[in-house]
Structure formats: C-alpha cells, structure tokens
C-alpha cells in the first residue's frame, strides 16, 4: 500500500558529501510522526542514523552527529539527508523508514520502531 523510495546514494571519495531524498507513495498521511533513516553494511546489523519529529526536532547516531543533517522537504511526503565529510566507515545501504502508526508520548530518537521500509540507497566512500 504505502511505498517509500530513496535515491541520491552513490560512490564518493572520503570528505565528500551526498543528499538522499525519499517520497512516500500510496495513501501516506503520516510524515508528521517520527520519521528516519536507517543503515546497514555487510555483515553488520542495521543502525538508527538520524530521526526527525513532528515538531522537527532531530536526533542522530554519534558516529554521525555534526556530520549529517535530517530534514523534511516542503513537498509533503519528502524527506532528506544530507551527508557531509564521509568517511569510509560510512559505506553501507541507506533506508528511510517511518512508522504506520503514532505514538504518543514516544521520543523519536534512532531507536525508534518503523514499521514501513525503502527498498534502500546504497552508499560507498572510498
């Protein structure tokens, strides 16, 4: 029913920068809940990376603080990530994720649960 699709990855060397995109499809009216994106490399379990709220407040892994950047677009349904300095360590597929329903009282941080998955975007520094 509800599809989210992530572009924007690709090859870059250490330093540089990449911004993901992701739009949902399908009926989705809840971007204003905790909203994510989400990593895994090869052989490594998937990571919380950065999260944004309804009020737009944001909260990133550590590995990633001062480095990264998650925002929401003003076309509904969009939302961002901008990756600057990467570092090797960085390379790995990138899922936005948001969840199908709210909960109040939650805190959005990069453990939160999502339960609607991208298909993925992959990120390779070298």
């Known amino acids: 029913h509800v599809q989210l699709v992530e572009s924007g990855g690709g090859t870059v060397q250490a330093g540089g920068s990449l911004r993901l995109s992701c739009t949902a499809s399908g009926g989705y009216a809840y971007s204003g809940y905790c909203l994510g994106w989400f990593r895994q490399a090869p052989g490594r379990e998937r990571e919380g990376v950065a999260v944004?709220?309804?009020?737009?407040?944001?909260n990133y892994a550590d590995s990633v603080k001062g480095r990264f950047t998650i925002s929401k677009g003003t076309v509904p349904h969009t939302l961002y990530l901008q990756m600057d300095n990467l570092k090797p360590e960085d390379s790995a597929m990138y899922y936005c994720a948001a969840p199908a329903f709210n909960r109040p009282g939650g805190v959005c941080d990069i453990r939160y649960t999502m339960d609607i998955w991208g298909k993925g975007t992959q990120v390779t520094v070298s």
């Open positions: 944004i709220d309804s009020l737009g407040t944001t």
